[in-house]
């Protein structure tokens, strides 16, 4: 087993609770394909096994904070367009 360092030790036991608790919210969800590459994939599952959530919903989980930490922290839109780099 690969060791790594828990990203949740920083967290309360409530805040933890409250953290997979999300992970377990289920709503509508569409399929999504998409190919990653294997030790990556391992290494996710591996950490989804850790905390006690299926691989798919940390994934999804992880999706919604990255783009909420996206949209908080962007630049102004481009007014022309611009695609963001």
């Known amino acids: 087993m690969t060791k790594f360092d828990d990203p949740y ?10 953290y997979v608790d999300r992970l377990r919210h289920r709503e509508k969800s569409v399929s999504v394909t998409m190919r990653v590459p294997e030790p990556l ?5 591996e950490t989804a096994a850790a905390i006690g959530v ?18 908080e922290n962007m630049p102004q839109q481009p007014k022309q367009g611009r695609p963001l780099q």
Do not use: V
């Open 41 to 45: 994939l391992a290494e996710i599952k």
């Open 9 to 18: 030790d920083n967290m309360t036991d409530d805040e933890f609770h409250a």
């Open 54 to 71: 299926p691989y798919q919903s940390l994934i999804k989980q992880w999706l919604a904070d990255a783009s909420a930490h996206f949209r």
